[in-house]
C-alpha cells in the first residue's frame, strides 16, 4: 500500500532534518555531511520490514526517509514535522510506477 501528499508551504524553522552522512562523533563521519533539500511531496510505503515515509523534491530528488511500525504512525509524523500543511493522503494505484509524477498530477 503507498499513499502520496504534496508539502502545501514548507515551514519557517524545520522540526526535522535530514542529511547525507553519518552524524558527527560515531566514526563514521567522512566530512562531507550535507543537509538534503526541503520535501514538496511525501511517499508512504508499506512493505514487509515496516512502513516508510519518504521525503522527495519536486523533481524527484530523494531527501530523507524515516522507518515507522504503521501507515497511521507515518501520516503523524508527517504532519508533526510540517506542521499540518500538507495536501489530503491519495493512495496510489498498484498498477502506477512513478507515485512522485502520480502526486504531483493529483
Known sequence: MRFVAK???TPT??????YLD???GIGLDTGGRVQMDPADILLIEERPDGVFLYRFTVDGKFCGDTWHT??????EQ???EFDHLLSEWIEVPANVSDAISFALAH
Open 70 to 75: 504503521s501507515i497511521d504512525d507515518a501520516k
Open 13 to 18: 524553522e524545520p522540526k526535522v532534518r535530514h
Open 78 to 80: 508527517a504532519d508533526f
Open 22 to 24: 553519518a552524524p558527527p
Open 7 to 9: 508539502v502545501l508551504r
